[in-house]
Every structure is written in C-alpha cells, then in structure tokens.
C-alpha cells in the first residue's frame, strides 16, 4: 500500500488546515503521526477501517477530527484552532490490524510526510 499525504501548509495561530492521505488501495485502521524538529515521531490520531471508532492525543482531542471515506481510499484529519506547538511535518500510516492504535510501531505503511507551519 502506497500513502500519499496532502494538505499542508502554513497557517496563522487559530487557524484551520485539512490534510488527507490518499491510499493506492483498501487499508484498516489508518493514522496520523507527526513529527516536530529534534522531536520523536508522536502519534495524533487513528480510525478503525468502518470510521466507528476513533482515537486521538489529549494534545489535539477537541481541535482535530480524523474521518476516511473509503470509496476514495481516503483519510481526513480536520485541524481547527491551530498553535504553534502543532507545527511538525505529519505523516499519514496505515496498519494491516484492525486493532492498531497509537504505537508507531504497530503501523506498517507511510506516506512521505506533509508539512505544517503555525505562526504566532
């Protein structure tokens, strides 16, 4: 499986971006991770292959929405009231377990990476 993530960009503290990650075919449970410079790859936010289960990082719970629309092999991350602590480059993932979660490690494909920039 092929992941090519999109979307980012640069953006002023409070407001929004809408990153996606297009998969060359049908995935499981699918992730976002990001990483900031000198910082570990962190996990953001994961959902199951039906959409019906979610999980996010108490740093973005209540600010990002992830959603996939599995007609287009499509994941979403929705991010609203944007910080300068959010500026990483993000990278979409997907496992081939259903049960993923929030271990990097238990991911088995990666996109290239997307950058986001926040400024004050």
């Known amino acids: 499986v092929q992941l090519q993530a999109s979307g980012g960009g640069l953006v002023q503290a409070g407001g929004s971006l809408r990153l996606s990650c297009k998969a060359s075919?049908?995935?499981?449970?699918q992730g976002w991770f990001r990483q900031a410079p000198g910082k570990e790859r962190e996990f953001v936010a994961s959902i199951t292959w039906s959409g019906g289960s979610t999980n996010y990082a108490d740093s973005v719970k209540g600010r990002f929405t992830i959603s996939r629309d599995n007609a287009k092999n499509e994941v979403y991350l929705q991010m609203n009231s944007l910080n300068p602590e959010d500026t990483a480059v993000y990278y979409c993932?997907?496992?081939?377990?259903?049960?993923?979660?929030?271990?990097?490690?238990?991911?088995?494909?990666w996109g290239q990476g997307t950058q986001v920039t926040v400024s004050s």
């Open positions: 993932a997907a496992a081939r377990s259903p049960f993923a979660s929030r271990g990097r490690y238990e991911y088995n494909f």
């Open positions: 075919g049908g995935t499981s449970t």
